[in-house]
């Protein structure tokens, strides 16, 4: 195994990271976002109040994209081990 196949398998993890974690962070975001939107226009400037509905948010989208992100980590575990004769 030479050092650019350690490199390529690192930035491949990292992808599959980031593509992983996006649906649930994007939905925390979004929410967050229209959450202060709403409390700046109602001058309520409680922290509580965005806290559940940023909670239960990103909870169904963890939901909704659970297969999703099982088959994209599965199929990422699989490469992964089926190329380790390749790269030894």
């Given at each position: 195994m030479?050092?650019?196949?350690?490199?390529?398998?690192?930035?491949?993890?990292?992808?599959?990271?980031?593509?992983?974690?996006?649906?649930?962070?994007l939905t925390g975001m979004a929410v967050g976002l229209i959450i202060g939107l709403i409390q700046a226009l109602t001058q309520i400037q409680e922290q509580t109040v965005a806290f559940v509905p940023k909670l239960v948010a990103m909870a169904l989208a963890l939901a909704f994209?659970?297969?999703?992100?099982?088959?994209?980590?599965?199929?990422?575990?699989?490469?992964?081990i089926t190329n380790i004769p390749n790269t030894l």
């Open positions: 030479d050092p650019q196949d350690a490199v390529d398998i690192g930035r491949e993890a990292l992808l599959i990271a980031t593509l992983v974690a996006a649906p649930v962070l994209a659970m297969p999703w992100i099982l088959s994209r980590l599965v199929d990422y575990a699989d490469g992964l």
